[in-house]
């Protein structure tokens, strides 16, 4: 699998770099991090390969995994990882968070969905907090999660958007399930699964239903200056297309093109979920969430996976997981249906 798995698209990284409203040296943590983004397509390429073949040549004698440990290192604002060890009693805000938000995500694919840790088999969770100086973007690297802490203006501190923390641990679980690559239409369906588990983890953070939730991804890392522009978040599962968000999308299928930013076209699954979840009402982990979750890692490994086959798998699940209830299949049906799939 080959993934680019930050939260922040490059793009709009650049846009920032070139924004004469904001200073120089803004200007220049936008560019940076933009730059650095390039560098590490590489190494994630070959962290999935090296899983993928792992997973399908090496025996496992894991027969029950403990649950997974959770660890945290300070990067002090170098770039070397994963940086220093920190205590769990640490008084860091920043590293708080990152341990309960953590644990958190590993207890809500346990308790949910069976599922221990990311691939199933107890990987410790790692992540590096404190990454460069301003550095504007969190990523999934292969083997653990990296925040940093904002320029402060506009975007904060990563790890105050606990949907980022789950968005980013969530490509960890499809790298240890479906494979899923980076482009193309497999791609929209890659990051559209971590938004799509970002915002169910949020939602069931805060025991919301479907109606109660917001459907907002990075709502609380949205700094001063991104509100002052009227941003109120990256992404709007319930309206992709929105002048609100930081990053909008395509709602539907016809507006695809093969090439396109994953974080772009998967706004297209990410509104079908929404429908789908919202019509069968509810808890969106209850009944929606398992269906997507069977459809991720149910299967053997599909690297370049189409819309449309995910689409219909989702709708075989919704008969053959809710027998007794056609109301189930009826709403993935017509989500699916409204945005072209």
Same mark, same amino acid.
């Given at each position: 699998?080959?993934?680019?798995?930050?939260?922040?698209?490059?793009?709009?990284?650049?846009?920032?770099?070139?924004?004469?409203?904001?200073?120089? @040296?803004?200007?220049?943590?936008?560019?940076?991090?933009?730059?650095? @983004?390039?560098?590490?397509?590489?190494?994630?390429?070959?962290?999935?390969?090296?899983?993928?073949?792992?997973?399908?040549?090496?025996?496992?004698?894991?027969?029950?995994? /403990?649950?997974?440990?959770?660890?945290?290192?300070?990067?002090?604002?170098?770039?070397?990882?994963?940086?220093?060890?920190?205590?769990?009693?640490?008084?860091?805000?920043?590293?708080?968070?990152?341990?309960?938000?953590?644990?958190?995500?590993?207890?809500?694919?346990?308790?949910?969905?069976?599922?221990?840790?990311?691939?199933?088999?107890?990987?410790?969770?790692?992540?590096?907090?404190?990454?460069?100086?301003?550095?504007?973007?969190?990523?999934?690297?292969?083997?653990?999660?990296?925040?940093?802490?904002?320029?402060?203006?506009?975007?904060?501190?990563?790890?105050?958007?606990?949907?980022?923390?789950?968005?980013?641990?969530?490509?960890?679980?499809?790298?240890?399930?479906?494979?899923?690559?980076?482009?193309?239409?497999?791609?929209?369906?890659?990051?559209?699964?971590?938004?799509?588990?970002?915002?169910?983890?949020?939602?069931?953070?805060?025991?919301?239903?479907?109606?109660?939730?917001?459907?907002?991804?990075?709502? @609380?890392?949205?700094?001063?200056?991104?509100?002052?522009?009227?941003?109120?978040?990256?992404?709007?599962?319930?309206?992709?297309?929105?002048?609100?968000?930081?990053?909008?999308?395509?709602?539907?299928?016809?507006?695809?093109?093969?090439?396109?930013?994953?974080?772009?076209?998967?706004?297209?699954?990410?509104?079908?979920?929404?429908?789908?979840?919202?019509?069968?009402?509810?808890?969106?982990?209850?009944?929606?969430?398992?269906?997507?979750?069977?459809?991720?890692?149910?299967?053997?490994?599909?690297?370049?996976?189409?819309?449309? /086959?995910?689409?219909?798998?989702?709708?075989?699940? /919704?008969?053959?997981?809710?027998?007794?209830?056609?109301?189930?299949?009826?709403?993935?049906?017509?989500?699916?249906?409204?945005?072209?799939?």
């Amino acid at each position: 699998m080959s993934c680019q798995c930050f939260i922040i698209p490059t793009n709009v990284l650049e846009r920032f770099a070139k924004d004469k409203t904001l200073s120089q @040296e803004q200007r220049k943590c936008f560019a940076d991090a933009a730059q650095f @983004e390039k560098h590490w397509r590489q190494v994630r390429t070959a962290h999935g390969k090296l899983s993928a073949a792992a997973g399908a040549i090496l025996p496992s004698g894991i027969q029950v995994a /403990a649950p997974p440990a959770v660890t945290v290192a300070d990067c002090n604002h170098g770039t070397t990882l994963p940086g220093t060890p920190v205590p769990a009693s640490t008084a860091d805000a920043t590293a708080k968070r990152t341990f309960v938000e953590t644990r958190a995500v590993a207890d809500f694919y346990q308790n949910v969905f069976g599922r221990n840790s990311v691939d199933n088999a107890g990987k410790t969770l790692m992540s590096s907090i404190h990454f460069s100086v301003k550095y504007n973007n969190a990523f999934w690297n292969g083997t653990q999660m990296t925040y940093g802490d904002g320029d402060g203006n506009i975007f904060i501190d990563f790890t105050k958007a606990n949907d980022v923390i789950g968005h980013e641990l969530t490509h960890g679980v499809t790298q240890f399930s479906a494979q899923l690559a980076y482009a193309n239409e497999a791609g929209g369906l890659n990051e559209s699964i971590s938004d799509v588990f970002g915002s169910m983890f949020r939602q069931w953070r805060a025991n919301q239903n479907v109606t109660q939730a917001d459907w907002l991804i990075g709502k @609380e890392i949205m700094g001063p200056g991104a509100v002052a522009k009227g941003y109120t978040c990256l992404r709007d599962m319930a309206n992709p297309a929105a002048k609100h968000c930081l990053a909008p999308q395509p709602t539907n299928y016809s507006q695809y093109k093969n090439g396109m930013d994953p974080h772009y076209s998967s706004g297209i699954p990410n509104f079908a979920f929404y429908k789908a979840a919202k019509a069968i009402g509810g808890k969106s982990w209850e009944k929606a969430g398992k269906i997507w979750y069977a459809a991720l890692t149910d299967f053997a490994p599909r690297p370049n996976m189409k819309m449309k /086959a995910f689409a219909n798998r989702t709708r075989t699940l /919704a008969k053959t997981m809710f027998p007794g209830d056609p109301s189930v299949f009826a709403a993935v049906n017509s989500a699916w249906i409204a945005v072209g799939r």
